[in-house]
């Protein structure tokens, strides 16, 4: 269940992102086509002085005649401007454009002579337009441009002074130069090829992006749990020495009741049996309260050198009598020349105890314990699947690995990520505190191991405890 | 043979109350019960106990402060005194008392065999 609700979890955040990767690029795609538009206008106006330049070389050759023209002559020589000026702009700018209107004024700004392209409609807008132009006009006898959008289309007002071959200025040159469809195809594609590259980047970022957000969301989870689990456990801490101080009295007084009572009480059977339940009572509840104070109390180990098959060997020593009373076989492997690990030898006899209890209970009557240990270089799957968290850890590192396994019922799925929990237990009530497992962890942690609880396929349960080592400086 | 004079201090008034019923029920001791720490010196002095059973964690006195108020006492300072605390484990002492420090430690709860133990082992001496 949790499996699919993570899969709709990660489907609902990948269209999310998809959705906001999508909105980005069409904004940024937006962006560039209007920048890029603007840029429509510069283009043809640097186009228009190419073209304009090229012009005026013609212009002023044809004007070297002494004294100007009249107006007819002008005419006819801006009829020769205008088509070898069209052909030129054609034939180099890539036919930038097309004139409207040319005026040619002389230096007295009347009017000599003047071009229409009469395929246009609505000249005298054009010629309006140029006569409302703000902008300074030859004053200095430079040229000058103006981008202007008539009706949805770009057209250049322009003014040139005509200079002839020695450069001096013979008369002005104002017109309105319209842009041919071609350029302005032209420049907005590259807008567009500039647009869809954008959107492109910032798509495939956005599919990128998303495995490395959930990882890191991922991460940021576990380790939100982690600090409330380790709140919690530290709650418990606190809790535990205070708690264990109030019980412990009331308890006290039970005790010695019971104690009063059986010595006062002999000859009553029914009395006797009480009090021998009611001191069964108090030794549980005092097993309680001790498991509560050993994991409230920040433990120092006493850490030696030493080889851990010879605290395993101890430990089955002492739950040997549980062994044989459940008729239960025990499958000892524990491989010759492991290395010497750091350990303190009370702690971790105390977590064998208990994890062969476990599994002994687990395995009710008949069955077989299996204990192993082995020395390995630790494998990267080995890593990924249970050291990757633990910073002690890395691929390579020599590790002994210890293994205990019973034929028993098994852990209830939905319980296996609860076992370290403090007084989470699946045995039945008054057997066992429900602490010996976070005990057990607490002790595995302060030795830097790891310990790992999982099912086996074979059926019972399988737990594998994994040592360096080599101890880092900070173990307790 | 006269009885040994036993003061418990513990501010847990039932609690003294059973360790009286206890100890008086073997004939041997006569208990007195103190509930109010900061009243345990006081209380020792006037009663001039053979021994003292005193409790560490008290509301108002630790039972520290009040050995040492006590052992300060030139009449009271040859008196021994077992601290019967709930502040350690029965896995720490042994069952009948263990010198940790230089004091006597009983954790509870306690059985009475064991106190018993205890308190003659420190009344031997």
């Known amino acids: 269940m949790k499996t699919l609700i993570n899969k709709a979890l990660h489907r609902k955040l990948a269209m999310r992102l998809a959705m906001v990767g999508f909105i980005i690029s069409i904004v940024f795609g937006l962006i560039v086509l209007l920048i890029e538009s603007k840029k429509v206008g510069e283009v043809v106006l640097d186009r228009a002085l190419q073209a304009a330049i090229h012009f005026n070389a013609e212009a002023g050759a044809l004007l070297d005649k002494p004294g100007l023209p009249d107006h007819d002559q002008i005419q006819c020589v801006l009829d020769t401007f205008v088509t070898r000026g069209l052909k030129l702009r054609n034939s180099h700018y890539n036919k930038v454009g097309r004139s409207v209107i040319i005026n040619i004024l002389d230096l007295n700004r009347n009017e000599v002579a003047k071009y229409i392209d009469l395929d246009y409609e609505n000249i005298n807008a054009f010629e309006t337009q140029m006569h409302t132009s703000n902008l300074p006009r030859h004053h200095n006898n430079k040229d000058w441009y103006e981008l202007k959008w008539i009706k949805g289309f770009p057209f250049v007002l322009y003014g040139v002074p005509l200079t002839n071959s020695i450069g001096k200025t013979v008369a002005h040159a104002e017109g309105v130069f319209a842009v041919t469809a071609e350029s302005l195809t032209d420049v907005r594609s590259s807008a567009l ?23 890191q969301m991922n991460n940021l989870k576990s380790a939100q749990l982690q600090l409330i689990h380790a709140e919690k456990l530290e709650s418990i801490g606190r809790l535990a020495a205070g708690v264990a101080h109030e019980v412990k009295n009331p308890l006290a ?43 409230s109390r920040p433990t120092k180990l006493e850490i030696k050198t030493m080889n851990v098959n010879e605290v395993l060997e101890e430990s089955l020593l002492l739950v040997k009598y549980e062994l044989s009373k459940n008729n239960i076989t025990l499958d000892k492997q524990l491989k010759n020349g492991l290395p010497d690990i750091k350990l303190d030898r009370n702690k971790m006899k105390q977590v064998f105890i208990n994890l062969f209890m476990n599994a002994i209970h687990a395995m009710d009557k008949d069955g077989t314990l299996t ?52 007084f989470f237990t699946t045995k039945p009530t008054g057997i066992g505190t429900g602490l010996g497992l976070s005990v057990t962890k607490s002790i595995i942690e302060l030795h830097q191991a790891i310990i790992n609880i999982m099912n086996r396929k074979a059926g019972g349960a399988s737990v594998s405890i994994l040592f360096k080592t080599k101890l880092g400086d900070d173990h307790a | 043979m006269p009885k040994k004079k036993i003061l418990v201090v513990d501010d847990e ?15 041997k001791y006569e208990v007195k019960e103190e509930n109010v720490g900061s009243q345990g010196y006081a209380t020792a002095k006037q009663f001039q106990p053979d021994m003292i059973l005193l409790d560490i964690m008290m509301p108002d006195i630790d039972g520290g402060a009040v050995a040492a108020q006590i052992q300060d006492d030139e009449q009271l300072k040859q008196v021994p005194i077992v601290f019967l605390t709930a502040i350690i484990q029965k896995e720490e002492v042994d069952d009948t008392g263990s010198n940790i420090g230089g004091s006597t430690f009983l954790a509870k709860p306690v059985k009475l065999g064991d106190l018993i133990t205890c308190i003659e082992n420190k009344l031997g001496r």
Request: proline residues 3%; aromatic residues 6%.
């Open chain 2, 13 to 27: 008034a039932s609690l003294t109350r059973m360790l009286r019923r206890n100890l008086e029920a073997t004939g």
């Open chain 1, 253 to 295: 007084v039970i005790q010695l009741g019971i104690d009063y009572l059986s010595q006062t009480q002999k000859g009553n059977k029914d009395v006797t049996e009480t009090v021998v339940d009611m001191d069964d009572a108090v030794k549980r509840a005092d097993t309680v309260i001790k498991g509560l104070l050993e994991f």
């Open chain 1, 193 to 215: 090829n500039a647009a869809l590259i954008i959107i492109a980047i910032v798509l495939v970022t956005t599919g990128l992006l998303y495995p490395v957000i959930i990882k």
């Open chain 1, 371 to 422: 204990v192993n240990t082995c020395s390995n270089q630790l494998p990267k799957d080995l890593y990924n699947n249970y050291c990757k968290k633990v910073k002690h850890f890395k691929v390579g590192d020599r590790v002994v690995i210890v293994t205990i396994e019973d034929t028993g019922i098994g852990i209830p799925e939905g319980s296996i990520d609860k076992l370290f929990e403090p």
